[in-house]
């Protein structure tokens, strides 16, 4: 079985199905424990990647709320249930509402 410690530096072809699965049968505290015996530098590379990956899955959820949120909007001023106005005045109730 690849140690958690060793499979962070490999590339991802090296895994066939077997290895993946085994180190996915890792509990959490196992890895952590693993993750935390890497030297200072593996252990930044790592916290890195696993913010991103969580940023992904954040972006995609964020990017859908809003496409909902325009499609809401877009549907509101076809409907007439709310009026538009030209850029230049909404900047200026903008920097009217924030001066006070």
Same mark, same amino acid.
């Given at each position: 079985? &690849?140690?958690?410690?060793?499979?962070?530096?490999?590339?991802?072809?090296?895994?066939?199905?077997? +290895?993946?699965?085994? %180190?996915?049968?890792?509990?959490? @505290?196992? &890895?952590? @424990? @693993?993750?935390?015996?890497?030297?200072?530098?593996?252990? %930044?590379?790592?916290?890195?990647?696993? !913010? @991103?990956?969580?940023?992904? %899955?954040?972006?995609?959820?964020?990017?859908?709320?809003?496409?909902?949120? +325009?499609?809401?909007?877009?549907?509101? !001023?076809?409907? $007439?249930?709310?009026?538009?106005?030209? $850029?230049?005045?909404?900047?200026?109730? %903008?920097?009217?509402?924030?001066?006070?």
């Amino acid at each position: 079985m &690849i140690s958690f410690k060793h499979a962070l530096f490999l590339p991802v072809e090296f895994f066939n199905r077997a +290895a993946y699965f085994s %180190v996915m049968s890792l509990s959490v @505290e196992q &890895i952590a @424990e @693993e993750a935390l015996a890497l030297p200072s530098e593996a252990r %930044v590379l790592l916290a890195d990647r696993l !913010v @991103e990956s969580l940023d992904s %899955v954040e972006d995609e959820k964020i990017h859908r709320l809003w496409a909902a949120e +325009a499609l809401r909007r877009r549907d509101e !001023v076809r409907s $007439g249930r709310v009026k538009t106005i030209p $850029g230049d005045e909404a900047l200026k109730r %903008v920097r009217k509402a924030v001066a006070r």
